[in-house]
T-cell receptor, first 110, second 112 residues
Framework: DAGITQSPRHKVTETGTPVTLRCHQT?????MYWYRQDPGHGLRLIHY???????DKGEVSDGYSVSRSKTEDFLLTLESATSSQTSVYFC?????????FGPGTRLTVT | GQQLNQSPQSMFIQEGEDVSMNCTSS?????WLWYKQDPGEGPVLLIA?????ELTSNGRLTAQFGITRKDSFLNISASIPSDVGIYFC????????????FGKGTLLTVNP
């Protein structure tokens, strides 16, 4: 298995609070991605990174920010969580064409 | 943006049967990938295809990269109960920072 961990694995938070999800890799891959997965929508790209401090928006980036200060870590921040951000969040890494996914974080915003 | 149409959305089959699912796109892709996701886990890469016409196997799984580069299919032979899960296709077009476009998945249920 690709060396990808996500933390926390589960989180319940209240509307309006900030939340940070962490993705950590041990593969030294250049590219890292954050997706959300919702019923009926499949996997949707939030943000991605193509190198340290190099990030760009995906198709559903509103309300989310990211940071990558080290090759191995990619952080996803919800500045002020809303109920519409209740979802399962997956991190993925790739060196080229093949993407490998982490185990996911289930986030519930009440 | 690009869209992938994956079908069928769900399948209910008997153990031992063969399964086929496919993805089509209005755009050309340079790479096709097939993933499987078990409940509560992340998608796992099953097969990667890099060339039009390519046919690749992984155990009981066989996938093909369509000649037009706009479609791909996945076959599972002699299904077993552990094949249950959601199968996703994904495609990559050129020059996209290796971003993928995903199908919405095929839910496979296998009746023992």
């Amino acid at each position: 298995d690709a060396g990808i961990t996500q933390s926390p694995r589960h989180k319940v938070t209240e509307t309006g609070t900030p939340v940070t999800l962490r993705c950590h890799q041990t593969e030294n891959h250049r590219y890292m991605y954050w997706y959300r997965q919702d019923p009926g929508h499949g996997l949707r790209l939030i943000h991605y990174s193509y190198g340290v401090k190099d990030t760009d928006k995906g198709e559903v980036s509103d309300g989310y920010s990211v940071s990558r200060s080290k090759t191995e870590d990619f952080l996803l921040t919800l500045e002020s969580a809303t109920s519409s951000q209740t979802s399962v969040y997956f991190c993925a890494i790739s060196g080229a064409d093949e993407q490998y996914f982490g185990p996911g974080t289930r986030l519930t915003v009440t | 943006g690009q869209q992938l149409n994956q079908s069928p959305q769900s399948m209910f089959i008997q153990e031992g049967e063969d399964v086929s699912m496919n993805c089509t796109s209005s755009s050309i892709f340079n790479t096709w990938l097939w993933y499987k996701q078990d409940p509560g886990e992340g998608p796992v890469l099953l097969i990667a295809l890099y060339k039009a016409g390519e046919l690749t196997s992984n155990g009981r799984l066989t996938a093909q990269f369509g000649i037009t580069r706009k479609d791909s299919f996945l076959n599972i032979s002699a299904s077993i109960p552990s094949d249950v899960g959601i199968y996703f296709c994904a495609g990559r077009s050129g020059g996209s920072n290796y971003k993928l476009t995903f199908g919405k998945g095929t839910l496979l249920t296998v009746n023992p």
